[in-house]
């Protein structure tokens, strides 16, 4: 039996060799994850809300709107209760009134609850009107024509916020949505 020479030890360049192939592959990977991330975020935190200027009208599928005034209130007579033991009118505690006048105009049968519009808060905080102080129905869903209605909308809002309210958002059919004030 003859004894088998050792093995030629690695040369210590093909060690570092390996080791920057694998700091190479560490990075890249890393780079890679960076990439997709940012791609990511920009994508899904894009502000999709577009103040329109003082005034301005917003259009969606052919019915513009127009917001004729908001104005904070303590009391609202034909505002909903909000719990049983509850005054009519009267705000639940540390909320407000928010009262919006719209201007529709152009309403067809397409736009179905379009006049739904959401108030809009810092940090995109959104609110859902408690009340619409007309019939909505007839005078939003299936009305047609062009000529302009008037609708107020009534939103329950915590007091914190009402002095950074930015307007009423208005649909669209892009990510992107236009908000509209007086």
């Keep these: ?18 080791w920057i192939l694998a700091l190479l592959l560490v990075l890249g990977l890393a780079t890679g ?14 502000d999709i809300h ?3 200027a003082p005034g ?8 513009t709107f127009r917001v004729l005034s908001i104005e904070t209130e303590s009391f ?22 928010v009262t919006a006048t719209v201007e529709v ?8 609850g379009g006049c739904q519009l959401e108030l809009l808060g810092p940090d995109g905080r959104t609110w859902q009107p408690v009340s619409v ?29 009402v002095d950074q309210l930015y307007g009423l958002i208005v649909q669209s059919d892009s990510v992107h949505v236009q908000v509209i004030r007086p």
């Design 50 to 52: 577009h103040q329109q």
């Design 105 to 112: 105009s152009g309403v067809t049968d397409t736009v179905i």
């Design 76 to 97: 609202v007579d034909r505002a909903p209760v909000q719990t049983p033991d509850q005054e009519r009118g009267v705000p639940a505690p540390g909320a407000i009134w």
């Design 56 to 63: 301005a009208p917003a259009e969606w599928k052919g019915v």
């Design 133 to 161: 102080h007309d019939d909505l129905v007839r005078r939003c869903d299936s009305e047609t024509g062009p000529a302009p209605t008037t609708l107020t909308l009534t939103y329950l809002v915590p007091e914190q916020w």
């Design 33 to 46: 994850y960076g990439v997709v991330w940012a791609s990511y975020v920009k994508l899904h935190t894009v």
């Design 1 to 18: 039996m003859t004894p088998t020479p050792p093995h030629a030890p690695t040369p210590p360049h093909a060690w570092r060799l390996r």
